[in-house]
């Protein structure tokens, strides 16, 4: 079949052309992937002293720090700046781990009040690791009431098989007062790779919005290497051989590619299909902040194997998805915007017939995944899901007087995600139905 021009797509999509029954095809029946403890499977318990405990989320994990009081305040004073400090590190039964460095992190959502945290087990004392990890995030959850959208939402991608860090929740104590509820957040870093990937040599970048705040569609910046290298694409390995003259080929080729080869082409850079599967579930969870975001896109890692041109997408800060509610248009960012601020990638795959099914069969696929139930639960997964988290968090978030907003807004926000649960599924399989080409 030919596939329609972007034009016609656009004012296909933008009416919302309907076809019947009959006319459409048949919706591909993949086979959902349960995580551990969801569906019918009984949760196991991890070793107590292995990376899958530490990010274990069936449990409200504690985290103790102990750090010089005056470290601790100069880092909230100047919560913008990337400075190290030493700490002690103690979780569950494990012995403590001295001499970590911690350090205030995030974008929008730092905080002199509740930081936000990483920390790197190897800053001052080399090699150091807990658990086999190297570093791992404290998310303060200040841009999110519910203190879930990320959790839920990494949970999306890794339920249709995409690559997403590991997350729990936990309480955090520093010199035993207690800083508030943070989200546990695995690192994307050498270890991660190893886990997803089966090997860590190649080339990571973590995309950075910006300095200058100027969004960015994913056009072409010219072959110039060092117009997207080290920002907005910041390489995490490597550093010293950053590579990033095959990004610039990536860029281009997505860009210039004809049409008839364009998915030859760009497919020795990109996954064409699990991109638009990571798109898809960006766009379940109306995350406006992501791939084809309300300023550009924004928030995810990419890694290319070692010696090859190939590469993957890593999905990264959530916190921001289920802001846009249940009826959402699955199609926001992509033919409701000026043509200056449609993102090129998306543009031209959109553009071929079988990827827009794709696009909408991926849609689908998360739609089904979310309101998947289990035995005696008339409750879909991701109602579920979200019950379990409040059941989880209510008391250690109630209690939480660092955090920026009130304990109504909070029951608010987990009943806006109840609603969420509920009615997104039905909303995104009519769309999707009713857009089918």
Known sequence: MRAPSFVALALALGFGVALTAAQRPAEPQRPIQPLLGIGN?????????????????????????????????????????????????????????????????????????????????????????????????????????SSIHERIGMLMFRRLSLP???EAHTRLYVNEAYQGLFTLVESIDKDFLTRTFGEDTGHLYKYDYPADGTPWYFSDKGPDAAQYVPLPFKPE????????????????TVNNAPANTFQTAVGEFLNIQK????????????????????????????????????????????????????????????????????????????????????FLDSLLEAARSAVELT?????????????????????????DSSKPYSNEAFEQAIEAMRDFARNRSASVTAQANASRQ
């Open 237 to 252: 390995t490597r550093e010293s051989d950053p590579q990033g003259e095959v990004i610039a080929q990536m860029v281009q």
């Open 164 to 166: 997403a860090p590991r």
């Open 275 to 358: 991109v638009l599967r990571h798109i898809a579930v960006e766009v379940f969870i109306g995350d406006y902040d992501g791939f084809i975001g309300n300023y550009g896109i924004n928030n995810f890692y990419i890694y290319r194997f070692n010696n090859q041109k190939l590469f993957n997408m890593i999905a990264w800060d959530k916190s921001e998805g289920f802001q846009a509610g249940p009826s959402s248009n699955i199609f926001h960012n992509i033919n409701d915007v000026p043509d200056s601020q449609q993102n090129r990638f998306v543009l031209k795959a959109l553009s071929h017939t079988d990827l827009y099914n794709t």
């Open 375 to 399: 035995s005696g639960d008339s409750r879909g997964w991701m109602e579920r899901e979200v019950e379990k988290e409040y059941a989880q968090i209510r008391d250690a978030a109630r209690e």
């Open 41 to 145: 499977n009984v949760p196991t318990p991890a070793p107590s002293g292995s990376p899958d405990a530490f990010f274990d989320d069936n449990v409200l994990h504690t985290l103790r720090l102990n750090m010089n009081a005056k470290d601790w305040q100069t880092l909230k004073d100047n919560y913008l700046d990337n400075t190290y400090y030493p700490t002690d590190f103690r979780w569950a039964d494990q012995p403590v781990v001295r001499n970590v460095g911690i350090r205030s992190r995030g974008t929008g959502s730092r905080s002199g009040v509740k930081p936000g945290l990483r920390i790197d087990f190897d800053r001052y004392t080399t090699s150091q690791k807990f658990l086999g990890l190297k570093s791992f995030v404290l998310r303060n959850n200040v841009q999110d009431p």
